[in-house]
């Protein structure tokens, strides 16, 4: 009953006895029946298949393996941090004390769970995985979609009933790379970059989403461009037992008025337990990514004016 899904024990026990379940079969299955099945890609994709972020190219091999289509889920951090930044700035003080941003679903389910007097200090606000399937939905109502990402935490996620996710399935960055290997796809950098989406590129603080620090980041700079005049102080904790002492020191009253960002795996996202490069290297390979995003802030992507439309 204690566990979150963050996943850590998969890639620290030593004998590998742990495992995580796989839902490659049901996408397998899917795309043979002819369904249309569209890819959600984490933002800590950049690096994971031998590559450094073409999109175009990796939209190419999701293709070659029967996908009809794959969009970055770095359009739905931009939502999200939009969304985040409106409830912080409606919300705190004057509701709640502090605010935990949400993206992480390991982080917001220990937090909740464990301080649930301060379950109301968790951002309500969507994750990215739900958003831009939402979003791909208002496209393609018929579509299976599959998020493709770091984290075996997003398999719980998308299986809560609470949540109207839009997912129907999930598969970790170790389980897509098997998958290209079995269809003989090694490296996707040497592919020529054919692919089309329906949507424009995220933002560079979407992007940026996938590293420890990231979503506190676009949250700020998002207030900053609704109300330059508001200061937002933040504090981010990585690894669940800093999660911990962090939500431990808000409920004691330690950072009134803050913005806290959790994130189970340390390091963030990129150091998700289905992800296959060094922390470090995936780090800079998502910042050198992020720098060439046509938009800098998630205010300033064209997604906006569908927010209010997938919400509820």
């Known amino acids: ?3 979150v899904s963050c996943g850590q024990c998969l890639i620290n026990c030593p004998f590998g006895a742990i495992a995580d379940k796989s839902q490659i079969f049901q996408v397998i299955q899917a795309i043979n029946r002819g369904d249309e099945v569209i890819a959600e890609v984490a ?27 794959m969009e970055e889920v770095a359009v739905g951090a931009d939502l999200c941090t939009v969304q985040e930044a409106e409830d ?5 003080p004057e509701k709640i ?3 935990g941003t949400s993206c992480c679903p390991a982080w917001s389910v220990m937090a909740k769970t464990e301080f649930p007097e301060h379950a109301e200090c968790i951002s309500m606000a969507l994750t990215p995985m739900t958003l831009t399937a939402r979003l791909i939905r208002k496209q393609r109502p018929n579509a299976k979609i599959v998020f493709v990402g770091p984290c075996s935490a997003k398999k719980l996620e998308a299986m809560r009933r ?10 970790t960055f170790e389980e897509m790379a098997g998958m290209m290997k079995g269809r003989g796809i090694d490296e996707y950098t040497k592919l020529e970059g054919e692919g089309s989406s329906d949507f424009e590129v995220a933002s560079a603080d979407g992007r940026g989403f996938a590293v420890a620090g990231g979503v506190a980041n ?37 950072y009134p008025g803050y913005l806290l960002e959790g994130m ?22 998502v910042e050198a990514f992020s720098s060439e995003a046509k938009f800098t802030c998630a205010n300033d992507t064209p997604y906006m004016e569908y927010l209010p439309l997938i919400e509820e």
Do not use: Y
Not at 234 to 252: F, H, S, T, Y
Not at 264 to 285: F, L
């Open 1 to 3: 009953e204690k566990c």
């Open 43 to 69: 933002p800590a994709f950049v690096g994971q298949f031998g590559g450094k972020g073409n999109v175009d190219k990796l939209r190419q091999a999701f293709s070659m393996l029967g996908f009809s289509g």
């Open 88 to 92: 912080f700035m409606e919300e705190v």
């Open 97 to 99: 004390p502090f605010m």
């Open 162 to 171: 609470s949540v109207r996710s839009e997912v129907d399935f999930v598969l």
């Open 218 to 254: 676009a949250v700020v700079n998002a207030i900053k461009v609704i109300d330059p005049e508001r200061e937002v102080n933040v504090v981010n904790a990585e690894g669940l037992e800093n999660c911990r002492k962090m939500m431990k020191d808000a409920v004691k009253g330690k």
């Open 264 to 285: 189970a795996c340390p390091g963030g996202c990129i150091a998700g337990a289905g992800t296959m490069r060094p922390i470090e290297q995936a780090h800079k390979e």
